[in-house]
Structure formats: structure tokens, C-alpha cells
């Protein structure tokens, strides 16, 4: 039987008419990319009501992973219900490392995908040392988060699967079925996690997938969705462009 995540994990919220909701794709310590990507979010949005969704993944791989952390914790205590954090594998991952308690294969997990590079930006030696506030900030991130039109989470679902039904692995790692699943799920799923060689956004009629490799060389991905359609109206990136659909 698949494990259901807890139902407070689950959030679910109307968007006002005339706002727009940006979902930014795998962060992985691209601090400076995130700075530019919000600047260019707010240059196309015209608006001061903007929603952001960001699908996990803020740590590991790139240089910078406590300033985005702390940037978004401060985002998040600033202005309450405006920033939206998700959880991804790598926050999950980084949880087990930094229990006390933890088996010596979650610390390997951990090390093994870009787990240094966040302990280099810490200055720290050891996961558990990292700042307390930090862990717990990590360790409460919902695992999806549900619009009217649209499902934002990491991975991906298991197609076929009740979203109720959704175990957190897959939720967090699932790449195939999923990724080659032409099935309408019901709502829009979009999500990170599989990097997009291309380095442009993968825009199917039943996904979205926003993980455009910033932490591998590309840019990191924004794309805005408006209360009256399903698919996004349009794309940003930390490059500066802007793409109208």
C-alpha cells in the first residue's frame, strides 16, 4: 500500500483574478541566478500582487546554497502567503544526513549529489552543524502545493495514482512513468527534478517541467500562469528574456 502524505502537506488556494502565480524550477545554490530571475519576474508581471512557487531543490550542486535559503526564509517571514516553498529530493536528502541518528548510506546519498558544495557555503563540517533554523525550515516544506488549474510539486506523480494516494517517494524522485505519461492527470502538473537538456522549459499538454539545469551551466526558469487558463502565459528567465505565449 502506498504511504499518503499528511493532508497538511497539501495546500490549496483560489488566485485572485488579476494576479499572476510564477513557478521557478530547481534553484541548487544559483543564488545570483535567483536574484535576476525575480528582478525579470517583476519586470514582466507589472504588478506588485505576484505569487511565487518554488518546486525545491535550493540546495547543493551550485555555490550559494545558504544565501537562497536564508533569502527564502526571510521572503516567506516578510510576506506570509507570497512566497511558497515546496519541498524537493535534495532538502529531503539533506534532512536524513543531518539526523544524528541517520545511517551511514543517507550521508553518502547526501555527499554524493552536491551535498559539499552546501557544506562549503555553511562553512560547516558536518550536516547537523548547519543552522537549526535552517534544518527546521527545511524539514516542515510541503510536498505539493494545488491551484484551481494545476498540481505543483518536485518530481512528479505516479500516473493513475489518487493525488491522496501519492507516496512522498515518488513525489519527490519519481522520474518514468510519469515523464513519458500522456495522461491527463486532471490538473496541470508542474515540476522540476529531471533537468531539461535543451536548457528551455518542457511544456507538454499534461506537465510542465521548469528544471532547466541553472546549477549545469543553464538558466534558472520562471513560468507565469494567470487564473483563467490552464497552461502558463509565459516564460522567464535569469538570462532576461521573456517569452509571451
Avoid at 525545491?56 to 511558497?84: A, C, H, K, N, T
Avoid at 548510506?105 to 552546501?118: C, F, I, K
Wanted: glycine letters at 8%; charged letters at 25%; one cysteine or more.
Amino acid at each position: 500500500m502506498r504511504a499518503s502524505p499528511d493532508c497538511r502537506e497539501f495546500a490549496e488556494e483560489a488566485v485572485l483574478a488579476h494576479s499572476l502565480t510564477f513557478a521557478i524550477g530547481d534553484i541548487h545554490g544559483c543564488f545570483d541566478e535567483l536574484l535576476t530571475l525575480l528582478a525579470v519576474c517583476d519586470l514582466a508581471s507589472r504588478e506588485e500582487g505576484a505569487r511565487f512557487i518554488f518546486v525545491g531543490d535550493y540546495i547543493d550542486r551550485g555555490p550559494d546554497s545558504r544565501q537562497v535559503v536564508d533569502f527564502l526564509i526571510g521572503r516567506q517571514s516578510d510576506q506570509e502567503g507570497r512566497f511558497i516553498c515546496l519541498r524537493g529530493n535534495h532538502e529531503e536528502m539533506l534532512a536524513r544526513a543531518a539526523d544524528r541518528h541517520r545511517a551511514d548510506r543517507d550521508m553518502m546519498s547526501w555527499w554524493g549529489n552536491g551535498g559539499e558544495r552546501t557544506l562549503e557555503s555553511y562553512g560547516a563540517d558536518d550536516p547537523s552543524d548547519l543552522p537549526a533554523e535552517h534544518l527546521a525550515w527545511l524539514r516542515r516544506l510541503p510536498l505539493v502545493h494545488k491551484d484551481r488549474h494545476r498540481l505543483f510539486v518536485h518530481a512528479g506523480i505516479r500516473p493513475g495514482v489518487p493525488l491522496s494516494l501519492q507516496s512522498q517517494e515518488d513525489l519527490l524522485w519519481i522520474r518514468e512513468p510519469f515523464l513519458s505519461s500522456a495522461d491527463d492527470h486532471g490538473l496541470l502538473v508542474v515540476h522540476g527534478h529531471t533537468p531539461v537538456r535543451s536548457g528551455r522549459p518542457d511544456l507538454r499538454a499534461n506537465r510542465l517541467n521548469l528544471d532547466t539545469g541553472a546549477c549545469f551551466g543553464g538558466p534558472l526558469t520562471a513560468a507565469a500562469f494567470s487564473s483563467s487558463r490552464r497552461g502558463p502565459v509565459m516564460f522567464a528567465t535569469s538570462l532576461g528574456d521573456i517569452v509571451r505565449l
